[in-house]
């Protein structure tokens, strides 16, 4: 197996499991939602409870997501590349549409790096 296709299975696994576990956390927690602003700092500082909450909720979803796509590569032995580009084209437009929702810089920047990560995937299949 390539060593790009190495790196894309560890990068979703590791970032699987941060999102699940840091969002879980976050939507478990009292004052979770209070914290999670401090995460995810890519959205507007003065957005309301509900919506940091479905962005949490957004975020713990792609992580479940990633998590299982790179274990079940991992316990395959395989590299499944449609549904990798399914899964990062699917959370690119995610990023891409709370950038035109937000019109917020660091929102942006958000959409960049996961378009950059989609087109990277892309490239070096």
């Known amino acids: ?3 790009t296709f190495e790196l894309y299975r560890a990068f979703f696994v590791a970032l699987g499991s941060m ?3 840091s969002n ?18 890519e959205v507007p500082p003065d957005i309301s409870i509900k919506q ?5 909720l957004m975020m713990f979803s792609f992580g479940i997501v990633f998590l299982v796509i ?3 590569s991992y316990i395959s032995r395989s590299f499944p590349l449609p549904v990798y580009l399914m899964s990062f084209g699917i959370f ?3 990023a891409i549409s709370e950038a035109f929702y937000y019109k917020y ?12 990560f989609f087109l990277l995937l892309i490239l070096l299949h």
């Open 70 to 72: 790179g274990l079940y």
């Open 1 to 3: 197996m390539k060593w």
């Open 92 to 94: 690119s437009i995610y």
């Open 52 to 56: 940091m909450r479905l962005k949490v």
């Open 19 to 21: 999102e699940v576990l």
């Open 24 to 41: 879980l956390f976050f939507l478990l927690k009292d004052d979770g939602i209070r914290l999670a602003r401090k995460q995810h700092q």
């Open 105 to 116: 810089w660091k929102t942006i920047g958000f959409a960049i790096i996961s378009i950059i």
